[in-house]
């Protein structure tokens, strides 16, 4: 019933210590798989929040292009209009009718130049506004990017605690069947070490039968009954004592009211200062444990 948990106790003791031994051991090899996980978990990290920013910045550079675009198309409407209309006012070469004048060929190409500027005119505060919110989420898309790249990147390379290093052990481990063994081997040693006291007593329980445990529980017993036996002679001699003078007391007591003799009466009172100034015989005597 006691081996059991003494087996398990020595094992937890065994990779309380042995683990962080062999972590010690094994330091190079653990720090060379640490720096190419470290770089691996970066690369992907790094990966991860840049696709997850450039799919935002792409969104909105393309409603910044689709902006712009409109804002071109309105342009070049309001340019085309103005072209065909002096064409028709001052050059022949271009009119659609080879005539000059203002006729009405310029008036329908001048009123769609005034329309196309006048909704050029509307669109360009909420085409300028939308750009530019656009451009200010992009700018703080990039700088939140940076920031978690550079947390991240922090925090890989500070995980270097035990559970990391014993990941990275395990890894060398797979890698190297030898590293396993010996790691193995310096843990049972460590098991063997601390068995060693409980496995010389078993073995001295074995072999005599018990007989020194035996004349242990004996000598305990027989101490035990000698204590009981001190502290029973201790409180027959209190209970004596102390009847003696309560009947001291009373034959005084008795003397007294049948003379009235204040001599008895003197006498009483000094017996009775004398039974109180009596020294206490001290506190029952209590057993004590005892050790083996």
């Not at 009405?104 to 919110?133: G, N, T, V, W």
């Amino acid at each position: 019933m006691l081996t059991i948990p003494r087996l398990a106790l020595s094992l937890a003791i065994a990779l309380v210590i042995g683990l962080p031994i062999a972590q010690v051991i094994y330091s190079g090899s653990i720090n060379d798989e640490l720096s190419k996980t470290t770089t691996a978990r970066i690369h992907e990290a790094t990966n991860q929040i840049t696709r997850t920013y450039d799919a935002k910045i792409a969104a909105a550079q393309k409603e910044i292009a689709a902006a712009q675009a409109k804002e071109a198309s309105l342009q070049r409407k309001v340019t085309n209009s103005r072209f065909l209309a002096d064409c028709e006012a001052g050059l022949a070469s271009c009119s659609q009718t080879h005539k000059l004048g203002r006729g009405p060929y310029y008036k329908r190409d001048a009123r769609r130049a005034s329309a196309a500027a006048a909704e050029l005119k509307r669109a360009r505060p909420q085409i300028a506004a939308a750009i530019a919110a656009n451009r200010q989420k992009i700018a703080v898309w990039r700088v939140a990017e940076s920031s978690q790249i550079a947390n991240r990147v922090a925090t890989i390379k500070a995980d270097r605690d035990f559970l990391a290093r014993q990941a990275a052990l395990d890894r060398v481990e797979k890698a190297s069947p030898a590293v396993t063994k010996y790691v193995e081997f310096f843990l049972a040693f460590l098991i063997a070490i601390d068995l060693v006291a409980l496995m010389l007593k078993l073995t001295h329980l074995f072999s005599t039968g018990g007989a020194y445990e035996r004349s242990a529980a004996a000598l305990r017993a027989n101490d035990l009954v000698e204590v009981l036996q001190e502290r029973a002679v201790v409180l027959t001699r209190r209970i004596t004592l102390q009847s003696r003078a309560q009947q001291d007391a009373d034959e005084l007591t008795i003397r007294g009211e049948i003379s009235g003799d204040p001599e008895v009466e003197s006498d009483e009172l000094r017996l009775n200062e004398r039974t109180s100034r009596r020294p206490p015989l001290g506190e029952p005597a209590t057993a004590a444990p005892l050790s083996d």
